[in-house]
């Protein structure tokens, strides 16, 4: 069964599963995804937990015996295994087929793991549990998302926000819902009244958001040159090194030169995207960025990234940020070149 975070809760009032599988790349909502089933265990006389890592190191004797060394008198037990965020060797994956069969009601497990791709959700040791369990997937919500879930973490609160405080809140807490958290836990215990208007934010708190290069590169992807520059200007506010920046988005547009090159060979645009193990939510920013990158166009991008990056390793007195920007926006708004 799936349950979003924001369900468990209920789906705790009404019973604990065997197994829960918490997988996701958002921190705070894993963490208080396990923390509620535990809360729910030890409430139900689960009181010891033992917690193991997957990794080469485990001894898979010391898990299956915390499953198997139970009596009349012995505590109930909460076992967590925390997976790596690679994906599983195959040996490991068949010591977790042989634990399933172990498990029985005195028993609670949480499977603490990395985002997954439809692939391994479909890996015949994740269903095993599955199909036994409740699966929470713990995701970072997007740029689209984060504002509906930042108004119903506000009402969950008990806070009352306006529109542009919802709005506000989202853009100072993108890609930080810890900060997130702290904040509206702050404006509790400053508005007892709840209410959340643009004025009381400005006043009490600051910005939190805090961008990655893959939101940057996510931005030139779907043509947003706006939030482009937004991300920009934090990066060298932050002292980020350019460099990174050059790797991860030179990384991006050799991808894409390939992509084009398969599909100037006949490859349809489906089994090109298969082949790149592109997310299914990836797939529509893009294919509008191939329909506007061609092939010499994206060459002409990589020449413009090498030559920004020699100025940053050779003339220590340039101002690399601008032209970083300039040509984030070509990328991202290519008929530019046509001027």
Not at 173 to 196: R, T
Not at 231 to 236: A, C, D, G, K, T
């Amino acid at each position: 069964m799936r349950t979003y975070p924001e369900q468990l809760p209920q789906r705790l009032m009404q019973g604990l599963v065997g197994n829960y599988l918490i997988f996701g790349n958002e921190p705070l909502l894993k963490q208080e995804s396990a923390e509620a089933v535990i809360q729910k265990g030890k409430s139900e006389g689960f009181e010891e937990v033992h917690r193991f890592s997957v990794d080469a190191q485990l001894n898979w004797n010391d898990v299956y015996d915390s499953c198997q060394a139970m009596s009349l008198f012995s505590a109930r037990q909460i076992i967590i295994l925390n997976l790596p965020d690679n994906a599983l060797t195959t040996s490991q994956a068949n010591s977790l087929k042989e634990l399933q069969p172990l498990l029985h009601q005195d028993i609670l497990l949480i499977l603490d793991g990395p985002r997954l791709n439809k692939k391994q959700e479909s890996a015949k040791w994740f269903t095993l549990f599955a199909n036994q369990g409740t699966y929470v997937p713990c995701n970072t919500p997007d740029q689209r998302q984060l504002p509906k879930f930042v108004e119903n973490r506000c009402h969950a609160l008990g806070l009352k926000p306006d529109h542009e405080s919802v709005m506000m809140l989202s853009q100072w807490h993108e890609g930080n819902l810890m900060a997130l958290a702290q904040s509206l836990m702050k404006l509790q215990l400053l508005f007892p009244d709840g209410n959340l208007t643009l004025p009381r934010l400005q006043e009490s708190l600051s910005r939190h958001n805090h961008f990655t290069p893959f939101q940057l590169t996510d931005a030139m992807i779907e043509g947003k040159p706006k939030r482009v520059v937004n991300i920009l200007r934090q990066f060298e506010g932050e002292g980020v090194e350019i460099t990174i920046l050059l790797r991860v988005i030179q990384k991006e547009l050799v991808q894409l030169c390939k992509m084009q090159e398969y599909g100037q060979n006949g490859m349809p645009l489906g089994k090109i995207f298969d082949h790149f193990k592109v997310w299914q939510a990836r797939r529509p920013p893009l294919t509008s960025a191939l329909h506007r990158l061609t092939l010499p166009k994206l060459m002409i991008l990589l020449g413009k990234l090498n030559d920004i990056e020699l100025m940053v390793k050779t003339d220590y007195g340039s101002q690399p940020w601008s032209l970083l920007a300039e040509f984030c926006i070509l990328f991202s708004n290519p008929v530019s070149q046509q001027r």
